[in-house]
């Protein structure tokens, strides 16, 4: 079999750029704290004694579903599949209203607010670097590949 036969080879965690590797450990750290708060809504709505236990349930599955969002981008970021940073970019985008409004708190929310605002901020920065765009195989419009 030939060279030119040969299936090219998937990319190794050595050929993989640090900025999508911290990008990716950004994204499923966030999907890990989404799930950890839907299953403590979860269990509270379930065992506790909510307001509305209806609205506790649903709060947590929706929690547990969302994660879902940044948990595949993360691992495609991993993977080095091009679909990925768009998943991982509009998790960062939809977390940085969220940030804005536990900052508006006054309680302890503001340490959570001020961590989520530079995570989400970092990961931006990491996803949009012309190294990871590079490396995740995104051209830009009109542009042919290289």
Same mark, same amino acid.
């Given at each position: 079999?030939?060279s030119e036969q #040969?299936? @090219?080879?998937? &990319? *190794? &965690?050595?050929?993989?750029? !640090? !900025?999508? #590797?911290?990008?990716? @450990?950004?994204?499923?750290? &966030?999907?890990?704290? +989404?799930? $950890?708060?839907?299953?403590?809504?979860?269990?509270?709505?379930? *065992?506790?004694?909510?307001?509305?236990?209806?609205?506790?349930? #649903?709060?947590?599955? $929706?929690?547990?579903?969302?994660? %879902? %969002?940044?948990?595949?981008?993360? !691992?495609?970021?991993?993977?080095?599949?091009?679909?990925?940073?768009?998943?991982?970019?509009?998790?960062?985008?939809? @977390?940085?209203?969220?940030?804005?409004t536990l900052l508006?708190?006054?309680?302890?929310? /503001?340490?959570?607010? /001020?961590?989520?605002? =530079?995570?989400?901020?970092? =990961? +931006?920065? %990491?996803?949009?670097?012309?190294? *990871? $765009?590079? @490396? %995740?195989?995104?051209?830009?419009?009109?542009? #042919?590949? &290289?």
């Amino acid at each position: 079999m030939s060279s030119e036969q #040969t299936p @090219a080879a998937p &990319e *190794t &965690e050595a050929s993989r750029p !640090r !900025r999508v #590797t911290y990008a990716a @450990a950004l994204c499923a750290l &966030e999907g890990l704290a +989404l799930v $950890t708060g839907g299953v403590w809504m979860l269990v509270l709505g379930l *065992t506790g004694a909510p307001d509305d236990r209806q609205q506790a349930v #649903t709060g947590g599955v $929706t929690l547990i579903v969302l994660a %879902l %969002l940044p948990l595949l981008a993360a !691992r495609g970021l991993l993977s080095l599949r091009g679909w990925s940073r768009g998943p991982a970019v509009i998790t960062q985008v939809m @977390a940085l209203p969220v940030a804005y409004t536990l900052l508006q708190a006054d309680s302890m929310a /503001i340490p959570a607010g /001020i961590a989520l605002m =530079a995570m989400a901020v970092t =990961a +931006l920065v %990491l996803l949009v670097n012309r190294e *990871t $765009t590079r @490396a %995740l195989g995104i051209r830009g419009p009109g542009r #042919t590949p &290289e």
